[in-house]
């Protein structure tokens, strides 16, 4: 991802802005030309710009547009990046406040613990086991370790991961945009085909890894202390009030995701460093 992506811009939004830099005062279709941004989206990109201030159009016929000073505009970026990211700091407390008195109050009814390095045999055996007993609902959250693994690390979980799921079962996986960038394009390609059953979302707020099984069991994965990118093991845990809590906070997480096809496509600026994967 380019600094300007780092700040917000989708790349289309890039191109755009860099060739009005060049251009000075330009029309749509000059700006398409020069950027290769295609004119079914230039309107949409300019108009996009121009209210994020860091492009100005003139009341012209043609309209014209030109580039907002760059200093200006990186600056008028970075205090929206501000915005966003006191906005989310906010709903984290806001989660951490309500959900974590709740969890340390209540104790599992019954609970166990495995270790299960990440592509290991332990592993895929557990998967199956519990979303074998799955008889309505799976919410699978992913986070680290997967976000910090090669995909060779985790493959291996994967393919059984589909095959333990039973078609009357609604699978919900929503995964961090970091596991895109490290999987293959064939791998985001069979996941963007997944099962009419089974809804992918990605999104960059989710810190762990956990899954929820029928809103009574839960699943949570425990990094490595001193591997980023490994498992340390699992703890499975049936307690249905901790399970439905825990569905809360995937589906609120949901809620604001977006869906994998739409990542894919290039449809969602925040990812756009991803969208090529499925080509």
Request: aromatic share 6%; proline share 6%; charged share 25%.
């Amino acid at each position: 991802m380019s600094d300007l992506g780092e700040l917000g811009l989708s790349s289309y939004e890039e191109k755009g802005y860099r060739a009005l830099l060049s251009l000075g005062s330009a029309t749509a279709q000059e700006v398409s030309e020069a950027s290769d941004v295609p004119m079914g989206r230039i309107y949409d990109v300019l108009n996009g710009l121009d209210a994020r201030d860091v492009v100005r159009s003139q009341s012209t016929d043609p309209t014209r547009y030109a580039a907002v000073d760059p200093a200006e505009a990186v600056e008028r970026l970075l205090e929206e990046r501000r915005r966003e990211l006191s906005t989310r700091a906010d709903r984290y407390e806001a989660i951490a406040a309500e959900i974590g008195p709740e969890l340390a109050a209540t104790k599992p009814a019954e609970s166990r613990f495995w270790t299960a390095p990440l592509g290991s045999d332990t592993a895929v055996s557990l998967e199956r086991d519990l979303f074998a007993t799955a008889g309505d609902t799976i919410r699978s959250a992913m986070s680290v370790p997967y976000a910090d693994a090669p995909w060779e690390r985790y493959e291996p979980e994967v393919d059984p991961f589909y095959a333990a799921l039973d078609d009357g079962v609604e699978v919900q996986i929503l995964g961090h945009a970091a596991m895109l960038e490290a999987a293959p394009p064939d791998a985001v390609a069979e996941t963007v085909d997944a099962p009419q059953h089974v809804s992918v979302r990605v999104t960059t707020d989710l810190e762990v890894t956990f899954d929820v099984v029928d809103g009574n069991e839960v699943c949570f994965h425990v990094p490595h202390p001193l591997d980023s990118g490994e498992r340390l093991g699992v703890i499975h845990v049936r307690d249905a009030a901790m399970a439905g809590r825990l569905a809360e906070v995937f589906d609120q997480a949901w809620a604001a995701a977006a869906p994998l096809s739409a990542v894919v496509e290039g449809e969602n600026a925040p990812f756009d460093g991803v969208s090529d994967l499925g080509d």
